[in-house]
């Protein structure tokens, strides 16, 4: 009975053995059973579908194509448009800080301010005793002045650099500018003023020696003059020549006469410009401001005036040097042959013509409002570094 018992016990143990290793044979040793065909199918069709829905998905968003990369890409767009300002601010930085103030106490002054600079003052009124505007040009910052109440002492001097619009055409108003001049002066001598360039309106027979007393070169402070008609001394070094413009409407005139003349040069084709005192006059500029063609005589008038060998074209050196698409004739007995060729064109080359001529009067004086700012900045600060 004993040994029934022993002989049993062993038997389950050894039984209990063989299961637990059979058991761990399966566990680690045996291979993985792959799903039935059914699921497999399952499984196939429910890709098949989800392909669909993304199919249909994308058709929905009509030509646009999926990018998985879209949000990385706008990413780097913002971060180069980003980089792209600090560059340009950069670039910028510390070159916008040259003013330059101009003094208006010429006419002409309205037409460097208003026409070559595109500028607005406020008031608009024409009346008003003081008014005043300001623009930018690059890296220059520069403030208009003008009216009856811009007096000498009577305004205050707030920066380093001005431009003195100065009539220096007869005798009452080359007193008036000597007065300017020597205010200036005495700015400058006291060191309230650092630079100072001159725009005269000068004689009409280049008649101009008063102001020489005051240019730099002759021990003055003017360094830089800007002189209207075709005076001999300019040599773009520090003296250069500037357009007369148009006229400034005088008091008497009244709206409707204005109105009639501008309606005049609309309505011509050629606007006839004689020589007078000078040959450049203001009708010139008042035609091209409305697309008339000029016909200019291109004779020199009795003076000083272009008599050098710079001036192999003068009259009218500004103008010529910038490709102006005039008419010149030397003598009026050539005005037959001009209107017989006007005859021959049509309409549609009539109107391309006058729009070349607009074009190009823009253009001269945008090109004009450069140079002017790339001469002050150029012999202004050039000077400050000296």
């Known amino acids: 009975m004993r040994l029934t018992r022993k002989r049993l ?28 065909a059914a699921s497999l199918r399952g499984l196939r069709k429910g890709a098949a579908a989800a392909r669909e829905r993304r199919g249909r998905e994308q058709s929905t968003l009509g030509s646009e194509e999926w990018n998985p990369w879209e949000g990385d890409e706008k990413n780097e767009q913002q971060h180069r448009f980003k980089t792209g300002l600090q560059i340009l601010n950069k670039s910028t930085k510390g070159k916008t800080d040259f003013h330059v103030q101009i003094w208006g106490k010429a006419a002409i002054g309205l037409y460097l301010w208003e026409h070559i600079f595109e500028g607005s003052l406020d008031p608009t009124d024409v009346t008003a005793q003081w008014r005043e505007g300001s623009s930018v040009v690059g890296r220059t910052h520069y403030s208009f002045i003008t009216g009856p109440a811009v007096v000498p002492g009577y305004f ?3 920066v380093n ?14 007193f008036y500018a000597t007065q300017w001049l020597l205010y200036a002066q005495n700015l400058v001598q ?28 002759n021990g003055g402070f003017v360094e830089l003059l800007f002189i209207i008609y075709d005076s001999p001394w300019v040599n773009d070094v520090d003296i250069f020549q500037w357009p007369l413009g148009v006229a400034t409407w005088q008091p008497q005139e009244t709206n409707e006469s204005l109105k009639n003349y501008q309606d005049a040069l609309l309505q011509s ?13 203001y ?25 050098t060998s710079v001036y192999r074209n003068a009259p009218l050196q500004l103008l010529k040097s910038m490709g102006a698409p005039f008419i010149f004739i030397k003598n009026w007995n050539e005005l037959p042959a001009v209107l017989e060729r006007e005859k021959t064109l049509i309409l549609q080359e009539k109107i391309q013509r006058r729009k070349m001529l607009l074009h190009w009067y823009q253009h001269f004086k945008t090109e004009l409002k450069m140079r002017f700012t790339n001469i002050l900045e150029s012999s202004f600060l050039m000077n400050n570094k000296g």
């Open 9 to 36: 016990c062993s038997f389950l143990i050894a039984l209990y053995c063989l299961f637990s290793l059979y058991a761990a044979y399966h566990v680690f040793f045996g291979r993985r059973r792959r799903p039935p």
């Open 156 to 158: 205050p001097i707030d």
């Open 161 to 174: 650099n001005v431009v003195l619009i100065l009539n220096g055409r007869e005798k009452a108003k080359i």
């Open 190 to 217: 006291t060191q309230k003023l650092q630079h100072l360039a001159v725009v005269l309106l000068g004689n009409e027979h280049c008649n101009n020696e008063w102001i020489n007393q005051f240019l730099k070169r």
């Open 269 to 281: 084709d050629l606007t006839l410009c004689p020589v007078g005192v000078n040959t450049e006059c």
């Open 283 to 307: 009708r010139i500029y008042e035609a091209c401001s409305y697309g008339s063609i000029p016909v200019v005589e291109d004779t020199m008038a009795a003076g000083s005036c272009g008599h």
